[in-house]
């Protein structure tokens, strides 16, 4: 009995928490604020109904992924904020706007680094958990070789849940894990373009150069697609529960989708490229893969480039 009650007092807090950090959600990205106010007076009882939550089930994998994507959604709003009207504003709202920036990227720190302390079911979403953690070792001025590891562990991840590498993705449709796979590459370039245009920034130069090398040379530049177990089963899930829909006589109809493995009442809906939206669909349709075609001359050249970068600052 007592474990029915406990149960459900974390499926509360819990379910307060994701619905309301939805909402907040929806406002981030709605482009349409004009003072960070309402954010932060909604935003805290969300942060406390995932802490109450994560107080009564600290092994929750899904709820520390959650809390922490939505304190780093809170602390890059704070951050705009604070570049676009930090020349306008008095001291004190400045002290609180920068206050909020360095706690909600602390939080997040904290969060990800419990969710790679969970056991969970698989390793579907390490890749996250280390792109995550490489952001914000990233914002917090870490040395290079942490988060750019972070970068290079997050791309292993998704190499090894399969992610897809076509020469193009289709916006509204694509591939399985291949946007996430596009992205993590681009930020550890980008990581390291930054790098290389600091003069006093200190890094060994042979460092930068090994990280470019080993990305030149991994699958995601060879367009090397690992077809494993595991999305097979995937699609088979899928296909099984397209056949049941068949079977019981309910067509889809237009505007619905059919059931995702991800959670109750997620749905297809197109891609929206928002910084923190990870809420990936993992069930989509068997479908044919584009042949991948990426020419390894490129990323040869662009490391001859960088190399001769870097010797200028050394």
């Known amino acids: 009995m007592s474990q029915i009650i406990f149960k459900q007092i974390f499926d509360s807090w819990a379910g307060m928490a994701l619905a309301r950090a939805s909402r907040i959600q929806d406002k981030l990205n709605s482009n349409e604020l004009k003072s960070d106010g309402p954010i932060w007076k909604h935003a805290t009882p969300v942060l406390n109904c995932f802490k ?14 959650e809390y922490g994507t939505m304190s780093y959604a809170l602390h890059s709003f ?8 930090k020349s306008e504003l008095p001291p004190e709202v400045v002290q609180q706007m920068e206050s909020r920036r360095d706690s909600m990227l602390e939080t997040a720190k904290h969060c990800f680094t419990s969710a790679s302390q969970c056991e969970g079911d698989g390793d579907e979403e390490e890749w996250l958990i280390h792109y995550m953690l490489g952001k914000i070792a990233e914002k917090q001025k870490q040395p290079p070789v942490v988060y750019l590891l972070h970068y290079k562990q997050a791309g292993h991840f998704l190499h090894e849940e399969a992610a ?25 370039h980008a990581s390291i373009l930054k790098l290389v245009g600091k003069r006093d920034s200190g890094v060994d130069a042979e460092l930068l150069v090994t990280f470019m ?3 030149a040379e991994g699958p ?13 089963e995937k699609e088979k899930l899928c296909m099984a529960d397209e056949d049941s829909h068949s079977s019981a006589g309910t067509v889809p109809g237009p505007g619905t989708s059919l059931p995702s493995s991800s959670g109750p009442g997620l749905t297809s809906p197109p891609y929206t490229a928002t910084p923190v939206d990870h809420d990936y669909v993992k069930c989509k349709k068997t479908r044919q893969q584009a042949t991948p075609d990426v020419s390894g001359e490129y990323f040869t050249v662009a490391i ?5 970068q870097i010797a200028l600052y050394e």
């Open 52 to 65: 109450r939550a994560l107080e009564i089930d600290g092994s929750n994998l899904s709820l520390w992924i």
């Open 164 to 188: 897809r590498y076509p020469k193009k993705i289709h916006y509204h449709n694509p591939p399985e894990l291949a946007m996430e796979a596009l992205e993590v590459y681009f930020r550890l």
């Open 78 to 85: 704070a951050s705009r904020q604070l570049k676009q009207w």
């Open 304 to 308: 001859k480039i960088m190399s001769s």
């Open 220 to 232: 995601f530049a060879r367009g090397e697609e690992k077809n494993t177990p595991k999305i097979i």
């Open 213 to 215: 090398k080993e990305a």
